[in-house]
């Protein structure tokens, strides 16, 4: 079955630690993309890749950092510069325009 | 900028009552309106979607009209279950990126039903 895979589901990290969220996809998308959730709030656009090689800003990138090496991986690294990490973080995929797909989400803690 | 606000939560209703739940978005242009669902500890699922004015989606007894006299996409169910239980989040899509779908979404509403 094709789909979108995070990994770990929970993630428990020490503050001024980096820390690195999985996400794979095998649905053949060449655009990826990552959110952050937080509790009472919508989704927010981290970064987005549209493909190999190439990612761009979402609205609240700073404090993160992403790479595109392969058409199905795209890798988010949460850094100690980011002032409030906790959340939940869902990565997504689409065919260039058309709907977006989700994964099921990494909730990360830092404490 | 384009923004979407949904009707704040949490909505708790019985089995087999009618839903709706408010979606109102401000937007340049014409863009696409989606509603997605979010059931307790995973990620979303596109549960309809609508790409121009008086245009309906539907979907598992789902239904919202695209309005664009009043920008409104108000989801509605005629009567609900206790399996819809869950988070709904309207959302648009941004301007136009090629190659990719920048989506603005609304805060989420949490729908409880009771059997």
Redesign the interface.
């Known amino acids: 079955d094709g789909g979108?895979t995070?990994s770990p589901k929970y993630l428990f990290r020490k503050e001024g630690q980096n820390v690195t969220l999985s996400c794979e996809q095998n649905l053949n998308h060449?655009?990826m993309?990552w959110y952050r959730q937080d509790p009472?709030?919508?989704?927010?656009?981290i970064y987005?890749?549209?493909?190999v090689n190439d990612f761009?800003k979402?609205d609240i990138a700073e404090g993160y950092s992403v790479s595109r090496e392969k058409k199905e991986s795209f890798p988010l690294t949460v850094t100690s510069a980011q002032k409030n990490p906790t959340a939940f973080y869902?990565c997504?995929s689409?065919i260039?325009?058309?709907?977006?797909?989700?994964?099921?989400?990494t909730r990360l803690t830092v404490t | 900028g384009n923004s979407v606000t949904q009707m704040e939560g949490p909505v708790t209703l019985s089995e087999e009552a009618f839903l709706t739940i408010n979606c109102t978005y401000t937007a340049t242009g014409y863009p696409s309106l989606f509603w997605y669902v979010q059931y307790p500890g995973e990620g979303l699922q596109l549960l309809l979607k609508a790409t121009k004015a008086d245009d309906k989606g539907s979907n598992k007894g789902f239904e919202a009209t695209y309005r664009k006299e009043t920008t409104s996409f108000h989801l509605e169910k005629g009567s609900v279950q206790v399996s819809d239980s869950a988070v709904y989040f309207c959302a648009l899509s941004d301007r136009w990126i090629q190659g990719a779908q920048k989506l603005v979404f609304g805060q989420g509403t949490r729908l409880t039903i009771n059997p």
């Open positions: 979108i995070q060449d655009a993309y009472g709030q919508g989704l927010r656009l987005y890749s549209q493909i761009q979402g869902l997504a689409s260039g325009e058309s709907e977006q797909y989700f994964g099921p989400g």
